[in-house]
């Protein structure tokens, strides 16, 4: 219970708002803004890959995830509380040990993977207000 209250509270205070404002900006639709960033954590993990063995691993989940990316973009997602949870205890690692030795190089895979992650659990993306409708709607009331 305890784990699901922190989730809610780090979902709805630091993902989901931004999440929904670059949905509305981009008009594109939450399950595709989660492809998209899985897609980006792939392509980190390629770039941070140190072997040919994980440069295979992460070249292929990054091939993988772009084909996921553009052929079902919209598709709905599923999502995991208790990955989300494990993500966000490996960023926390990840800060602490960049607070302390200044080396914060591989932190944006988890960040990437929580805004992915936190994503596809929002259901519906409220429509952006406009400028020209909220003055419209102003001046005629």
Do not use: H
């Amino acid at each position: 219970m305890l784990f699901a209250k922190i989730d809610r509270w780090v979902g709805t205070n630091l993902f989901i708002p931004p999440i929904i404002k670059l949905c509305q900006l981009t008009r594109q639709s939450q399950f595709a803004v989660s492809r998209t960033f899985w897609f980006v954590a792939a392509l980190d993990g390629f770039y941070r890959a140190e072997t040919l063995f994980w440069s295979i691993v992460w070249g292929a989940m990054s091939l993988f995830m772009m084909i996921t990316a553009t052929r079902r973009a919209d598709s709905p997602t599923g999502s995991f509380m208790f990955f989300r949870m494990l993500a966000l205890v490996f960023l926390a690692i990840d800060l602490a040990r960049g607070a302390a030795t200044g080396q914060w190089a591989g932190s944006e895979f988890w960040l990437f993977v929580l805004i992915a992650e936190y994503a596809s659990t929002i259901r519906t993306v409220p429509p952006r207000e406009s400028s020209k409708a909220a003055a419209t709607a102003r001046t005629t009331n």
